[in-house]
């Protein structure tokens, strides 16, 4: 596609259960990030792979997340057991260049976690 | 550790008015420095950026110059308009790793 699409757009769901976020970066992109925003904070980094691979998961916040991506392509982001405050927004991002080579980052619009 | 400081909002302005939005930050080494913006209903994009002291990142009306002595990089432009209504981020890139502000919500009245 076009852009960095994320779905669903948004997702509502119940304390305890577990989610999956999904992200079709852009074909090509070797690089892909998960980033999360919570309400009035700053983006936070999560993970990031480079291929298929993920180099640098510092920023997943618990054991209950973990991501994957396959192909060099899609990447999930599953959240077990989710918490209040897991709710956020989740941000994916792709690029043509490995992290740290002055890259530009391309944004999906992100979804929307809302956990009750 | 590095970090992010921009101006709290949101920001309301009437159109034609002058915009600025801080941004200063907190680094070991030479970062790069950027600026996102997030229109309704879609992804970040990058809008500017400046890779070292005294460079000025320029787009779409939008200037940012990066200064070392004050950590700086504030967001300006002359004369906004309402299609400039979003969501403004300062980040900070080091060693591979984007640091992102909090964000700047800007809403410009016609």
Redesign the interface.
Known sequence: GAGVSQSPSNKVTEKGKDVELRCDPISGHTALYWYRQRLGQGLEFLIYFQGNSAPDKSGLPSDRFSAERTGESVSTLTIQRTQQEDSAVYLCASSLAPRGTNEKLFFGSGTQLSVL | GNS?TQMEGPVTLSEEAFLTINCTYTATGYP?LFW?V?YP??????LLKA?KADDKGSNKGFEATYRKETTSFHLEKGSVQVSDSAVY?C?L?S?????????TKLSVKP
């Open positions: 992010v790069s996102y997030q209903g879609e992804g970040l994009q990058l890779t981020f980040a890139g060693q591979g790793n984007l640091i992102f502000g909090k964000g």
